[in-house]
Structure formats: structure tokens, C-alpha cells
């Protein structure tokens, strides 16, 4: 029996619906602050464009967005295995 | 022409705009003040719950004043009343502080500012309300005649249905009066500005229509919820977009 090690290889994980749904908050968020502010006018249209755009662009943050470094070191490969138990001697005549 | 004889020329001619506009505001100020005689018949305190025969004598002395003094002649900027309808409106902040007042005389002229002598109700210049104050309104439809039978009215605002209501109005009264205390009907404070469009219909008269614009105060904006909830949607996005949601290196086997 073989056991074929395995390396561990660095790859990137995109977060595009994070993005978006975190982009749709900060418009929302955005578009209520102006508009207590009183820079906008109270307006539905208003709330659920800036929403979107924040949406769309929090999308496109989370899929092209430079990538941050890994939170942990790549993780240690697994001890050798042992060798194969070699074949007795052959018995002398 | 010389460089020299062209900058004198411009010189000479700002000079001349300047005088001119020096003689004409100490023209304006010789004339009589507009804005306090119709200011004088705005109640500085608040007036309490009007009555209809109070609010028709305001009307009529307001009226005359209007007419006598406002140069306000044409709509424009969100600003309209249409219909056989009009009357005042004032508005006190949650101390009794006068903060606005407006009239309109039913006929087609816009809305007037009664304060600032001024088209009222505009994008420019909103009617200012206070959310933890009231309003004494006086209301005719029409002002001489019978009243609006079966009528219905809606307010919107925003896109979105404020309130409505109607009435059978088997007396045709064409008159009303009273005072809306904000303070008690509003559930929360808060602070916007928005467009307000209203319309009344009945039987027997022409649609009553309006639009203006509309300014509510509620004190400092964040500390309304609208503007607590906006801060935490805000922050939250902006956090959540900045530590969660970047792309991240991971380890695959």
C-alpha cells in the first residue's frame, strides 16, 4: 500500500455575494444619512438606487478587490510513512 | 484698443454696476417693509386649537395683506394649490416658537410665505415643520357656497400613501379649522425634507390639488432613529465591506 502525500497549495476565495450584500447596507445606510441630513430629498426611487449601485459595486469589491494575506501559515505536511517490512532471508540448503 | 484702455473701460463699468446696486438696495430699504405687515398678523405664540369663525377672520385680514403686498405671481418649483380651495397654515416648533406660516388665497396665484414675503411650499423654500411641535391650520372649500359633498382626500409623499380619508359632508360645510399636534400623532421624531402632494374629490366641485415641499425638523438628525439606523446601516456596510467581504488567501490541498 502507497500513501501519495498531498501539497498544500496557496489559492484565493472571492466573497462577491458578501460584497453585495454588505454594499446594499452601506447604501441604504448612505442614502438615509442624506436624507436626514436633508442633502436629498425623503425618496423611495433614491433609496433603492443608491442601495443597488452600492450593491453592485460592493460585488465587484469582493470578486476584484486586492486579496488579503492568509490569517493562518500553510498547515504542516503529515510524518513519513514507514518503510515496507523487507522479506525474510531465503533458508540455506 | 490698448490692453490699458480696455481694463479701464471694465473698471469703470463694474464701478457703475456697483453704484447702481448700492442706490437700489438703499431704495428698498426707504419702502415699508412687506414681510412685517404680514408678519404682525401671525400669532408669534401658539394660538391653541382654532375655531372656524377664528380662523375666517385671520383669513380675511390676511387676505388684504396678501394682496396689498406680495409680488408672488407665478408657480414654479414644486410649489402649486389648484382648485376652489386655500387657506393658512402655522407652524410652532415643540416650545411654541413660530417657525412658519403660510396662505393661499384659493385663486391662481401660489402659495405666499407669510413670514418671508415668498412663494411658499418651493424646493427653495420649504414649509418647515417641527415634529415635536403643531400646526393651526384654516381651511375653505369653497369660500363662499356649499362645501364638498361625499368628499375623499389623500396625501402621499415619497411614493408613498400617507394617509386618507373622506367624509359625507351632508351639511356642506366649506369651512375648517383646528390644530395638529405633531408631537402626539407622530410616533417618532425625525428630520427630512420630501414633497408632499394631496388631492381632495367630491360631487360637486372641481378637484382640489396640491403640491410643495415640505420640511420636518426633529432635532439633531443622528439622534432621530432614522438617523441612528442610517449610522448603523453605514458603518456596518463600510465595516463589513472592508474586513469582510475582501478577497482572502487560503490554503487548498
Redesign the interface.
Known sequence: MTTTL??????????PI??A?????????????L????VL?????IMIVLGLV?SVL?GV????????????P??EPPPSPMAPPQPPPAPSP | MRPTTVLRAMLATGVAFGALALCGSAFAQNQADPNETLRALVPEGQPGDLDVTEGDAIYKQIASAVGASTDVADFGDGSELTGPCGGFAFSYDGDGKLIDAAADLGNDSPPVDLLENQQAFT?GNPFKVDTRGVVAYFGFSPQTGDGPRNHKWTIK????SLDSGGDSNGDAKNRNAGLVDLGKELPLT??????VSGEMTSENLPPCIGNG?V?FEGGF??A?V??I??????????I??LF??????????
Not at chain 2, 425625525?190 to 414633497?195: D, L, Q
Not at chain 2, 469582510?244 to 490554503?251: G, Y
Open positions: 498531498a501539497a498544500t497549495q496557496p489559492t484565493v476565495r472571492y466573497h458578501r460584497g450584500v454588505y454594499g446594499l447596507l452601506f447604501g441604504l445606510g448612505l442614502a438615509l444619512v436624507m436626514v441630513f436633508k430629498a425623503l425618496s423611495v426611487p452600492f460592493g469589491w469582493g470578486r476584484f478587490a486586492p486579496p488579503r494575506g492568509a490569517k493562518t500553510p498547515p | 424646493s409623499t415619497a411614493g408613498v425625525f428630520s427630512f425634507k420630501t414633497k415641499w420640511e438628525p443622528l432621530t432614522p438617523g439606523v442610517g449610522t448603523l446601516f453605514l458603518a456596518g456596510g463600510l463589513g465591506l469582510n467581504s475582501r478577497p482572502a488567501m487560503t490554503w487548498k490541498a
